[in-house]
């Protein structure tokens, strides 16, 4: 069974201090990572995709990276404004015709204070 | 920029009662997701379409849970009886289900609270 788990659950920043996320994961075979972020009442926002270790992707203050059994998500000096729950899932190769599931991790609230 | 709508945002009703969910991929994906939020916790999936055929329905409680996407476009997700424990937010997603881009984008989703 594929498992996903995220640590911390919550972090507290200082606005310009910069951190890491962790997503721990096993999968039987992996066809892809995925970082998602969700504000309060909404749905889940993608952000990027690692498809094989080494990888890596930035956009803006954040930057995911991946090894073979886990992914971090960094986040250099964050701002206010990235306060968020950060999510991990990951995506087995499976048969047929279409992509399969997501498997989610619980997640980590991050708040970043002015 | 296309999105993923979902109705209604909120619903709130008692136990018991049926509800029903209605959701619009994004044009052009063939593919189609229902996943559960509870409080806390990450998405999980109850039931994924591939075009109107269901390709995995096997978290999905079938003895109070339907879903259903006759001409392979918008789906219905349906709970009767709903109970206590069905609160949490039903998230709806699609994706395209060939090629590179894997990615599932989801909609906004709908907060059920059952009373």
């Known amino acids: 069974e594929d498992q996903v788990t995220q640590s911390p659950e919550a972090l507290r920043l200082q606005e310009g201090e910069s951190s890491s996320l962790n997503c721990s994961y096993t999968?039987?075979?992996?066809?892809?990572l995925f970082w998602y972020r969700q504000d309060p009442g909404k749905g889940p926002e993608f952000l990027f995709t690692?498809?094989?270790a080494g990888e890596e992707k930035e956009k803006e203050r954040l930057k995911a990276t991946l090894t073979k059994k886990e992914s971090f998500l960094h986040i250099t000096a964050p701002k206010p404004e990235d306060s968020a729950t950060y999510l991990c899932?990951?995506?087995?190769?499976?048969?047929?015709?279409?992509?399969?599931?997501?498997?989610f991790g619980q997640g980590t609230i991050l708040t970043v204070h002015p | 920029e296309a999105e993923v709508a979902q109705s209604p945002r909120y619903k709130i009703t008692e136990k018991s009662q049926a509800v029903a969910f209605w959701c619009d991929p994004i044009s052009g994906h063939a593919t189609l997701y229902w996943y559960r939020q509870i409080l806390g916790q990450g998405p999980e999936l109850l039931v994924q379409f591939q075009d109107e055929s269901v390709v995995d329905d096997s978290q999905l409680p079938k003895d109070r849970f339907s879903a259903e996407r006759l001409k392979g476009v918008d789906s219905t997700l349906k709970i009767q009886p709903a109970e206590l424990g069905d609160s949490a937010m039903y998230l709806c997603a699609s994706s395209l289900s060939r090629g590179p881009s894997n990615e599932q984008f989801f909609g906004p989703g709908t907060r059920l609270t059952v009373l």
């Open positions: 999968v039987s075979g992996l066809r892809g």
């Open positions: 899932a990951v995506q087995a190769r499976a048969g047929g015709t279409s992509y399969g599931k997501l498997t």
């Open positions: 690692l498809y094989s």
